[in-house]
């Protein structure tokens, strides 16, 4: 446990901040894992499957020990980066956007390749993000413990990862989202956050090219037209809830067995990206 911690802390936007600075961190990861308290940390810990339940104490802890740390040391000349701003409207959005987990395939038995997008009820899914947890037998360490698929629209037929994660859900309400980069959409994920943990959106250019803008962030994460009739919508999930006592209930069945997400656009703008992007093709990368 304390392996996944210290990896948890170190992969933490604030350190990578910091590293990425040049500052050494190895001191500040140590002293927010003795700083850790015992009463708080067990509410967020399944002790029967050995996970961390999702919470938010971990990285209040970091962002509590990253300003001190900044203090102590006089960073002044540290700027702040844009990408550590906590993104309020997407946390609203995304609140608004979860629903009951489609009919998909599971990621375990979801095959790696070129394909064509799932359509439902006029929309095609564009990009789509989910992972598996395997907990049959835990303690069996030559077993997988779970799975991902990460599936999206690429320019060309290319064997790539289609969801980069390279930039925070921020720019997305900036209109500047993977603007002037080659990706049709972009990907975020901020395990054990207090934002979203996982957000698909639309290439901001894109979405001007089609003549969509975003709706109200109190709507959810969506665009529209100048009908006003949603064309792009993202969705979140979280499915088969687990937990560590037999209540089943609150903080004791928080671990999700499924969790993903989805974006979807209408059929008649999916065929507008397909001549603008004629080589356009949906690939499925398994993890």
Request: a neutral charge.
């Amino acid at each position: 446990m304390t392996n996944q911690l210290r990896m948890m802390i170190q992969n933490n936007k604030y350190i990578s901040f910091l590293n990425d600075a040049g500052v050494e961190t190895n001191t500040l990861v140590s002293d927010i894992l003795q700083a850790i308290e015992s009463e708080k940390f067990d509410i967020f810990v399944n002790n029967h499957h050995r996970l961390l339940s999702p919470n938010a104490y971990i990285e209040s802890l970091i962002f509590e020990r990253f300003f001190h740390f900044q203090y102590e040391n006089k960073n002044d000349a540290l700027i702040l980066d844009f990408n550590l701003k906590i993104d309020i409207k997407t946390m609203i959005a995304t609140s608004k956007s979860l629903i009951q987990r489609p009919d998909f395939r599971k990621p375990s038995v979801t095959k790696k390749g070129f394909t064509k997008p799932h359509s439902n009820n006029g929309f095609i899914i564009i990009a789509r993000f989910e992972r598996e947890l395997c907990i049959e037998d835990y303690s069996n360490k030559e077993q997988k413990k779970g799975y991902r698929t990460l599936e999206g629209l690429l320019p060309s037929k290319v064997d790539i990862n289609p969801l980069v994660d390279r930039q925070p859900s921020n720019y997305i309400w900036l209109n500047r989202y993977y603007w002037g980069e080659p990706f049709i959409q972009g990907f975020c994920v901020n395990i054990n956050s207090v934002e979203s943990p996982c957000v698909l959106w639309m290439n901001s250019r894109l979405l001007q090219i089609l003549g969509l803008k975003l709706d109200n962030y109190k709507n959810g994460l969506r665009a529209i037209n100048d009908s006003n009739e949603v064309i792009l919508e993202f969705r979140y999930w979280r499915d088969q809830l687990i937990g560590n006592g037999s209540s089943f209930v609150g903080t004791d069945s928080n671990i999700a067995k499924l969790e993903g997400c989805d974006l979807i656009l209408r059929e008649d703008y999916f065929a507008k990206i397909l001549q603008i992007i004629p080589n356009a093709i949906y690939y499925v990368k398994t993890i």
